[in-house]
């Protein structure tokens, strides 16, 4: 199971993180991605991050603002999340893919956490 928390509202400019708690069984052998989902929009894909946290991908809306990473030995997945706009607004998930490389589609994903709502104001 998966469990996201850290949102909360911040200025644009300002910088959040998110943790993402997951099964220790588990954690160490799938990539882990997080996505976001704003108000009337459908699901995007924000960052994703190998098992052993060594290659990263993000999506061209975030990347040198988002930072994704994983503590193995804390069975905890991250998002730094820096330079916030006010299109980052949106609920955020967590989820581990089925298998341990790196992608963006969904689809790939087996497990999703509860999302966490990261308001940005301008």
């Known amino acids: 199971q998966l469990q996201a928390y850290g949102g909360g509202l911040v200025q644009s400019g300002g910088s959040l993180r998110l943790s993402c708690a997951a099964s220790?069984?588990?954690?160490?052998?799938?990539?882990m991605g997080w996505f976001r989902q704003a108000p009337g929009k459908e699901r995007e894909f924000v960052a994703a991050?190998?098992?052993?946290?060594?290659?990263?991908y993000y999506a061209d809306s975030v990347k040198g603002r988002f930072t994704i990473s994983r503590d193995i030995r804390k069975d905890m997945l991250y998002l730094q999340m820096n330079s916030l706009k006010p299109e980052d607004t949106a609920a955020y998930y967590c989820a581990s893919a089925r298998g341990s490389g790196l992608t963006r589609d969904e689809t790939q994903f087996q497990s999703w956490g509860q999302g966490t709502l990261v308001t940005v104001s301008s």
């Open positions: 991050v190998r098992p052993t946290g060594g290659r990263t």
């Open positions: 220790a069984d588990t954690f160490s052998a799938y990539g």
